[in-house]
């Protein structure tokens, strides 16, 4: 084993995944769609500008489009090319997995009892993810409290962890908890690559890393 020969690789004993454009296919244009529709001026995330700068009957509003945008979004909903491969693996290293999303807790039910149920059976057990953190949580990611929350749940420490997204605040939700954090990379998203330790074009591309141990520059400033 590559990793017990080599004492300055990392092992990770437990991954926690974001859901859209992670485990299930980039929402890109719904995600911009919101921040069109509800008016989110640049330099402010779409949740936090409804919490925070939103009241009243407008914030019920914001949120009402919210929910409907990401319906919307549900119907072009997959599974992540890869991901099976590196589940099944998880598995059979018996580490455990997470979800921390800002979706809503029914993307998530409908991620995982809809979307997952059209995989063959032995492939949809692959899937118990214990906790699975949506939005209700807060803070919300690029907080690291969900992260947090986790490894004191699980019984490992953050740094044993691994924090897989597409997106800056999940980066920075890994980062800050002091874990591993891991880029799925597109086209559109490279201007992240400088806050992750590990990036990927394709998901199971993880399980080499997890394989035998790697190293990760752990002085990475979120």
């Known amino acids: 084993d590559a990793a017990a020969a080599d004492p300055t690789a990392l092992r990770i004993r437990g991954v926690v995944f974001d859901m859209d454009g992670t485990l299930s296919s ?116 690029p907080a690291p409290d969900a992260m947090l929350h986790i490894s004191q749940r699980w019984g490992i420490p953050p740094e044993q962890l691994l924090m897989v997204g597409d997106y800056g605040d999940d980066l920075l939700c890994g980062l800050r908890a002091g874990s591993v954090s891991a880029l799925l990379r597109y086209n559109h998203n490279t201007q992240f690559e400088s806050i992750a330790h590990i990036v990927v074009d394709r998901i199971d591309e993880l399980v080499n890393q997890l394989d035998h141990g790697f190293e990760a520059d752990m002085t990475i400033l979120a």
């Open 26 to 141: 980039p929402i890109d244009e719904h995600l911009h769609k919101m921040r069109v529709v509800l008016k989110v001026p640049s330099g402010h995330r779409t949740l936090e500008y409804v919490e925070t700068c939103l009241h009243g009957e407008e914030r019920e509003w914001a949120h009402k489009k919210l929910v409907e945008i990401e319906t919307e979004a549900l119907a072009n909903m997959q599974v992540s090319d890869g991901l099976v491969p590196l589940l099944r693996f998880l598995q059979e290293n018996n580490i455990p997995i997470a979800i921390i999303t800002r979706n809503n807790a029914m993307a998530v039910e409908y991620f995982l009892n809809t979307v997952v149920r059209r995989l063959p059976k032995e492939d949809q057990k692959l899937f118990a993810f214990d906790p699975a953190i949506d939005r209700r949580f807060k803070p919300a990611k």
